[in-house]
């Protein structure tokens, strides 16, 4: 893109913003709309997404406009964004993707983050735990599965006919009860690590990302700009280009994967499919409403 063109989408997109969500407290955000800084983050988003554009674009090309818009969805441009499942920045990256996928730094990946100066080190172990328990619990109910027969219609059923379930309702108690002290694990664990990043990014990086570039880069990479979006747009490229340019399955891949993407309808395998999954569906609305709001503005 030219300068010219970076400056005019910037400003459809700050215009955008504006239009919808002056006066308001912003998700991800937790402040009012006035207080935040768009315009310089924009300007350096965009930045990058145009350069990452240029890089992958012998994959495919893609809509600059597009990937501003899935962006706003993901994370409404806060570089502090965490979701419920850890997923972190401005793309929203996993850690797995993140660390396997592309090489990211993320919070407690580096020794040096379980010391001093880090803040509450004691708790940088603690999604590595968390990914323990996650496994811990898949083997656990694949160990117990044959408990989940007994269900209610079949107690009844035993019930009528007198016989004695109370081995089998003994053994699926046990396991509701192991299930719950796993999730409860698993919960303090997603617990501790949001704890640790948060007091890492407030007491060291001050929340701002603009005057502690090096801390966020060693801490965790997914709250910077360069590698998530670069990451971000590889995948779109790539997507398309197995999809054969069908963006809406590229994006749908985007947060579904890539796999839940295909389907073996002879006419339709080459462009993909939509998962049939609510979060996949609000995510693409969202992502075509903030594209017609800001292309409207850009090309209109």
Same mark, same amino acid.
């Given at each position: 893109m030219?300068?010219?063109?970076r400056?005019?989408?910037?400003?459809a997109v700050l215009?955008t913003?504006?239009?919808?969500?002056?006066?308001?407290?912003?998700?991800?955000?937790?402040? &009012?709309?006035?207080?935040?800084?768009?315009?310089?983050?924009i +300007?350096?988003?965009l930045?990058?997404?145009?350069?990452a554009i240029?890089?992958?674009?012998?994959?495919?090309s893609?809509d600059p406009?597009?990937?501003m818009s899935q962006?706003?969805a993901?994370?409404l441009?806060?570089e502090f964004?965490m979701?419920?499942?850890?997923?972190?920045?401005?793309?929203q990256?996993?850690?797995?993707t993140?660390?396997?996928?592309?090489d990211?730094?993320?919070?407690?990946?580096? &020794? @040096?983050?379980?010391?001093?100066p880090y803040?509450?080190?004691?708790?940088?172990?603690?999604?590595n735990r968390?990914?323990?328990?996650i496994?811990?619990?898949?083997?656990?109910r694949?160990?117990?599965?044959?408990?989940?027969?007994f269900?209610?219609?079949?107690?009844l059923?035993?019930?009528?006919?007198?016989k004695?379930g109370k081995k089998?309702?003994a @053994?699926?108690?046990?396991r509701n009860r192991?299930?719950?002290?796993?999730?409860?694990?698993?919960?303090?664990?997603?617990s501790?690590?949001l704890?640790?990043?948060?007091?890492n990014?407030?007491?060291?990086?001050?929340r701002?990302i603009?005057?502690h570039t090096d801390?966020f880069?060693?801490?965790?990479?997914?709250?910077?700009?360069?590698? &998530?979006?670069?990451?971000?747009?590889?995948?779109?490229?790539n997507?398309?280009r197995v999809?054969?340019?069908?963006?809406l399955?590229?994006a749908?891949a985007?947060?579904?994967?890539?796999?839940?993407t295909?389907?073996?309808?002879a006419l339709?395998?080459?462009y993909g499919t939509l998962?049939?999954?609510?979060?996949?569906? +609000?995510?693409?609305?969202?992502?075509v409403?903030?594209?017609?709001?800001?292309?409207?503005?850009f090309?209109?």
């Open positions: 030219s300068v010219e063109a400056f005019r989408l910037t400003q215009d913003l504006e239009t919808h969500y002056s006066n308001m407290t912003l998700q991800f955000w937790e402040q &009012p709309f006035e207080k935040i800084d768009f315009e310089k983050r +300007t350096n988003i930045y990058w997404v145009d350069l240029q890089e992958h674009r012998s994959l495919h893609i406009v597009w990937v962006i706003m993901e994370s441009f806060c964004a979701s419920a499942s850890l997923a972190a920045g401005i793309c990256f996993m850690p797995g993140a660390t396997r996928g592309y990211m730094v993320i919070a407690g990946s580096l &020794p @040096a983050h379980h010391k001093p803040r509450k080190p004691e708790l940088a172990d603690s999604l968390y990914h323990d328990l496994s811990e619990r898949s083997r656990m694949k160990a117990t599965s044959d408990a989940v027969t269900d209610l219609d079949t107690a059923e035993w019930l009528a006919n007198g004695n089998p309702a @053994a699926q108690i046990e192991q299930l719950e002290e796993i999730n409860q694990k698993i919960r303090q664990a997603r501790d690590y704890n640790y990043v948060e007091a990014i407030t007491e060291l990086g001050e701002d603009f005057r801390f880069v060693q801490f965790d990479e997914r709250l910077t700009y360069k590698k &998530p979006i670069y990451a971000m747009v590889h995948m779109l490229a997507a398309l999809r054969q340019g069908n963006i399955s590229a749908a985007y947060n579904a994967g890539l796999s839940r295909w389907t073996d309808e339709y395998t080459r998962p049939n999954f609510n979060e996949t569906g +609000t995510y693409l609305s969202r992502i409403a903030n594209y017609e709001e800001i292309a409207s503005r090309y209109g």
